[in-house]
């Protein structure tokens, strides 16, 4: 099990290929980290814990994670050439303990594939949604009788096995062609089409109240604990770090790359895609008198009420519901390329075959949760327990086991100035505690991202 550190990080570039620039690299890592969080989560919490003022936590939480915890997963991934188990592995050969690193790696890796079993789900719930705004049948019923009917136990197969399928073909056509080139359309349209509404949205009266809601700073909130560890929360899961599906991204990334530079561009766009997120929806919300929610009830119950309400209402729907897919299928891909690479590249089977494996597996698990309740728990379970876990080991695995120097000097190559001292200290000091802060506090308030 036990792998030579020198020759591997030496290799030459990965068997699946790499991104062709730099605004490839960065537009699959933004289409991996912009994903439901971003529209269904971040603008309910924005304006409940202190409007304006929770974007003061809440940028200082983005930059340091983006900075120093997407920075150290993309760095590792280029470093060891290879996705998460070889590059967890690859960290712990520095200590002769390959093959304890090889078993940590399954953690993360499984968490990726438990959250994309989940997210099927949900983007099924979603495609489905698309077709019923096209066809004006999502106005003809109560909204919140369409999203039980849709959300019931084997209510959506056909649509959940759609949106995999899709995935799954999409990596079957190419790994890192394929990834990149869907995000180099889907990213640019998600955000012109969000533009689109948010332009919209302005012009509708009475939403002067979604804006204050989500932008009156009410700066008593800083004193609260609670809206630090939301902001933590919400930055940390909204930039997608799990320990590994950022880290297979690194390893398709040329050595010429600058990735702090890289790590603070992605952090930017999946800022302001939560940002439009809110500025779309919180003001049509308020527009109508319609109560503010948060997750699944607020995309597929609260938002068809404003939909039936405005005007060219379904136009307005079928423009948000694929720009949620859009959103969805970019990060779905990232999460089955985690598991693809690693499974191709330790078994040696073909990518194509992985892919499809992924699919079969993602498939045979979620038909089974498709009830609304139960897909709930699963992606409780992944997202407070496994995901956090992962990107914790992730990042002492990095910080800890592998060390600044070698990390280090992977985090310079590309560079025109190698990184000081003072980036290990963010790394070790205070990213790393913050992660453990994010797993334990996870779990004492049942979700904080």
């Known amino acids: 099990m036990k792998t030579n550190t020198t020759s591997l990080s030496s290799q030459a570039p990965h068997q699946n290929g790499g991104f062709q620039n730099s605004l490839g690299f960065v537009l699959a890592c933004v289409g991996s980290a912009v994903g439901m969080g971003n529209i269904w989560l971040f603008p309910y919490r924005l304006g409940q814990y202190g409007g ?8 200082f939480f983005i930059a340091l994670f983006g900075l120093v915890g997407l920075s150290a997963e993309f760095a590792i991934g280029r470093r060891a050439r290879t996705g998460t188990l070889g590059s967890y592995e690859y960290c712990w050969n520095r200590i002769g303990q390959g093959k304890i690193g090889y078993l940590l790696g399954w ?9 994309a079993i989940g997210y099927s789900v949900i983007l099924g719930w979603v495609l489905r949604a698309l077709g019923a705004s096209l066809t ?34 999409l990596l079957i056509t190419g790994a890192t062609k394929g990834i990149e080139k869907v995000n180099k359309i889907l990213m640019p349209a998600f955000f012109g089409l969000f533009v689109i ?27 609260q604990a609670d809206t630090w560890v939301m902001a933590m929360g919400q930055a940390f899961f909204s930039l997608s770090i799990t320990g590994s599906g950022m880290i297979v991204y690194g390893s398709y990334l040329g050595k010429e790359e600058d990735i702090p530079k890289a790590s603070v561009y992605t952090a930017v766009f999946d800022t302001l895609a939560a940002m439009l997120a809110g500025l779309a929806i919180m003001p049509a919300v308020f527009a109508f008198g319609i109560e ?19 005007p060219l209402g379904n136009l307005f729907a079928v423009f948000f519901f694929i720009s949620v897919a859009f959103a969805g299928i ?17 078994f040696g089977m073909p990518h194509s075959a992985m892919a499809a494996a992924c699919g079969i597996i993602a498939f045979g698990i979620g038909v089974f949760i498709e009830d609304g309740n139960k897909v ?31 990390i280090g000097q992977e985090l310079s190559t590309g560079r025109r100035q190698p990184l000081g001292m003072w980036f290990c200290t963010l790394g070790k000091y205070i990213y790393v505690p913050l992660a453990i802060f994010v797993f334990i506090l996870g779990i004492l308030y049942g979700g904080i991202g």
């Open 292 to 310: 503010p929610a948060s997750g699944p009830p607020l995309m597929f119950i609260t938002l068809p009420q404003v939909f039936a309400k405005m």
């Open 330 to 346: 970019t990060s779905l891909i990232n999460m089955f390329e985690a598991v693809c690479e690693s499974w191709q590249t330790r």
């Open 136 to 169: 004006g049948s999502l106005f003809a019923v109560e909204p919140g009788s369409f999203f039980a009917n849709i959300s019931s136990a084997f209510g959506n197969i056909p649509c959940h096995l759609l949106i995999i399928v899709l995935a799954c073909t």
């Open 376 to 406: 709930g728990a699963w992606m409780d379970f992944i997202t407070i327990l496994v995901v956090p876990f992962g990107a914790l080991l992730g990042a002492f695995s990095i910080y800890y086991i592998l060390g600044w120097n070698e």
């Open 52 to 59: 304006a003022a929770f974007l003061i936590p809440y940028f």
């Open 107 to 115: 953690i993360p890796l499984l968490g990726s594939l438990g959250i």
């Open 197 to 223: 509404l948010a332009v919209r949205v302005f012009f509708l009266e009475g939403s002067g109240d979604g804006y204050r809601f989500l932008f009156i700073p009410k700066w008593e909130y800083l004193l």
